[in-house]
């Protein structure tokens, strides 16, 4: 007889699980995030040949931002990701990347 409430539990977990998780909202950014995107530029303007992993990164927190219609944050990581093929091709403007990541900060 013991089996069967564990069963009922282990059934109500997974609905759970398979429901509710789902549907709560993604959050596109945290704490941890600027500070990765950040240590990413700073490394993508010292040396050109880390901008490809940095790009790849930012290209993936542009989409999770378009997948949960934060449009205005994807317009930052966008225009991100525009500065930093301008690094890597030595057209350097870091004061636009500063500018971008602080709106990031706003709107992300």
Known sequence: MSIYP???NKFI???????????T???AFEKRDYVLIDRLVRSCYKNAELCNAA???INNYQKNAAMN???S???RLLGLEANLIMA??????????K???QAMRKFC
Not at 13 to 23: A, R
Not at 88 to 97: G, I, V, Y
């Open 6 to 8: 564990l069963k009922k």
């Open 55 to 57: 790009l790849l990164k």
């Open 25 to 27: 909202p993604l959050a």
């Open 88 to 97: 890597k091709n030595s057209n350097l403007k870091k004061e636009d990347a």
């Open 69 to 71: 219609e934060k449009f």
């Open 13 to 23: 977990y997974s609905l759970f699980i398979y429901i509710f998780i789902p549907l």
């Open 73 to 75: 944050c994807q317009t």
């Open 99 to 101: 500018s971008i990541i």
